[in-house]
């Protein structure tokens, strides 16, 4: 069982060294470098774990998340021509709104639509 803890412990780790070099295309501060990887490695397993849990929940939510995870990589390959039309301010907020109306949207479709799984004719 210890060794289980360290590894799970040097995951976090791994994980922490290697958004640095997202941190430090966002930011040369040293404090928010420093703070976002301390934050990195103490949410992400209870991030994991809560997420785990709101998609057993919510039947489409695991999309809303794939929408959001699309929209990030493409905003990342075009940041380029971003750049030229809308500044960062402005950027950060559109971002903040599209994942948060993704998120937000997926988990209400989940509330309003039925549930996936067995059709009710289908008995046991």
Same mark, same amino acid.
């Given at each position: 069982?210890? /060794? /289980?803890?360290?590894?799970?412990?040097?995951?976090?780790? /791994?994980f922490a060294l290697d958004s640095?070099?997202? /941190?430090?295309?966002?930011?040369r501060d040293k404090l928010v470098i420093y703070t976002s990887n301390i934050f990195a490695v103490l949410g992400l397993r209870s991030l994991f774990f809560l997420l785990r849990g709101a998609v057993s929940k919510f039947d489409y939510l695991q999309?809303?998340?794939?929408?959001?995870?699309?929209?990030?990589?493409?905003?990342?390959?075009?940041?380029?021509w971003i750049n030229q039309w809308i500044d960062k301010t402005t950027q950060v907020f559109i971002s903040l709104g599209v994942i948060m109306i993704c998120l937000a949207g997926s988990i209400f479709y989940s509330m309003v639509v039925e549930k996936k799984g067995v059709p009710p004719e289908v008995g046991d």
């Open positions: 069982m210890f /060794v /289980v803890v360290v590894m799970l412990a040097a995951i976090d780790l /791994v640095i070099p997202a /941190v430090m295309g966002i930011s999309q809303g998340i794939a929408i959001v995870l699309v929209f990030i990589g493409l905003k990342m390959l075009g940041e380029h």
